[in-house]
């Protein structure tokens, strides 16, 4: 319908293109329209629920202001319930929705994924399955942000799925593709580059969907995975955030310092790689900043008896 109206509308005081041939173009497509079903929904009235929805939107609306304009889906239904407004609390939140109308939050929001819509995505070669036959076949990739003292810090991860372990991470002040490039070619070094054929899952983050990140995973011989939005593409990455977050920063916490909060991380993740082996990665030309290693948490690992977890 909206197709139909946005093809057919009228420019220069003329019909850009008619109804039926608009219809018959559609169904040449696959999409079967008929004119007159396109007349009989523009001309049918509104049914009882849209009409009832337009009721309640004036009322949700001049609710919201009067109070203050703070207001979410909770303090809502239950301010409409004692006016006597028979309502539920999912319709609530969907009218507010469709008004714009949310409620104040404590503390500015931080988002630490900015999908590229222009960008061209992977597929989704894991279909929300994270299970792995043996080590370096599935890594999942995510971001985070940590409060300190001096401002945010955010904290990059990469994990083997089958082993649970923490095989690259970084930290650092911001947001840019070096961070989450850092922890993949961090997590590539301490696989000594043997990720042929691996499968690598991410959200769609423009960090991730970036050219030199897409150039050092296929330069691995690794493949690229994007969830699709919406879905919980990064189920297990999230649940070792949690669990790092829970068993270290939300324990120790305040963090003073960026620097404070590397060591903590480094230190809970307890792995460092030999001397010579650290000064050949920190030697890359162009790289900045503290020291980043890959590591293993205590709470994260998985008993020693696991098969390849030396590898």
Known sequence: MRFIDENAARTDGGLRWGVEPICTVLCEHGLRIAPATYYA?????????????????????ELHAANYGVYGVRKMHAALRRGGVDIGRDQTGRLM???????????????????DKSAVRPADLVNRQFRAE???????????????WVGFAYLALVVDVFSRRIVGWALATHMRTDLPLEALEMAIWTRQGQVDG????????????????????????????????????????????????????HRRGPWRTVAQLEYAVFEYLDWSP??????????????????????????????????????
């Open 41 to 61: 929904a523009k001309t049918r009235p509104a049914s009882p629920r849209k009409v009832r929805d337009e009721q309640l939107k004036w009322q949700l609306a």
């Open 97 to 115: 929705r469709e008004l714009g109308l949310v409620g104040v939050r404590r503390g500015k929001p931080k988002r630490t994924t900015y999908a």
């Open 134 to 148: 043996r080590p370096d076949q599935l890594w999942v990739c995510d971001l985070t942000y940590i409060r300190t």
């Open 198 to 249: 691996l499968i690598q899952h991410t959200d769609a983050g423009s960090q991730y969907l970036a050219i030199r990140y897409a150039d050092t995973l296929a330069a691995a011989g690794a493949l690229p995975s994007v969830g699709t939005v919406g879905d919980s593409y990064d189920a297990m990455a999230e649940s070792t955030i949690g669990q790092l977050k829970a068993e270290l920063i």
């Open 274 to 311: 030999p001397p010579a082996a650290r000064r050949a990665r920190h030697a890359h030309p162009g790289r900045k900043g503290a020291l980043h290693n890959a590591g293993c948490s205590r709470g994260l690992n998985p008993p020693v008896s696991r098969r390849d977890l030396a590898m």
